[in-house]
C-alpha cells in the first residue's frame, strides 16, 4: 500500500522560509516520479514541482520559479520542497504525490501572513 506522510508546514511570515518532507513506503521510490501540488482556500489542486527518480531533473512551476527547491533521497525514501521568499499567496495545503496522477498524502498547512 502506497503511503505518503508530509511534515514541516508552519505559519511563517512573508520572506520566511520552510522546508517541508514527504515520507514515502509502500513502492519502489526510487524508481517514481516524485511530485508536489498545493491547494490554495477556494482554489482547484495545482501543480507545484517535480523530480525525477535520480533527482537529476527537476521542473517547477512559474510562480515557484527560483524560491522553491525540489530534492529526494532515495536512501532514506525522502522526499523535500525548501520554500524560500514566501508570500502570502503561498498559503496553501502543500501535498507529495506518486508521479503527476498516483496518490497523495495528506498535506501538510503552509500558511505565510504578517
Known amino acids: 500500500e502506497v503511503q505518503l506522510v508530509e511534515s514541516g508546514g508552519d505559519w511563517v511570515q512573508p520572506g520566511g522560509s520552510l522546508r517541508l518532507s514527504c515520507a514515502a513506503s509502500?513502492?519502489?521510490?526510487?524508481?517514481?516520479?516524485m511530485t508536489w501540488f498545493r491547494q490554495a482556500p477556494g482554489k482547484e489542486l495545482e501543480w507545484v514541482s517535480s523530480?525525477?527518480?535520480?533527482?537529476?531533473?527537476?521542473t517547477y512551476a512559474d510562480f515557484v520559479k527560483g524560491r522553491f527547491t525540489i530534492s529526494r533521497d532515495n536512501v532514506k525514501n525522502m522526499l523535500y520542497l525548501q520554500l524560500d521568499s514566501l508570500k502570502t499567496e503561498d498559503t496553501a495545503i502543500y501535498y507529495c504525490?506518486?508521479?503527476?496522477?498516483?496518490?497523495r498524502g495528506q498535506g501538510t498547512q503552509v500558511t505565510v501572513s504578517s
Open positions: 509502500g513502492f519502489p521510490f526510487s524508481r517514481a516520479e
Open positions: 504525490r506518486l508521479g503527476r496522477i498516483g496518490p
Open positions: 523530480i525525477s527518480t535520480d533527482g537529476d531533473s527537476t
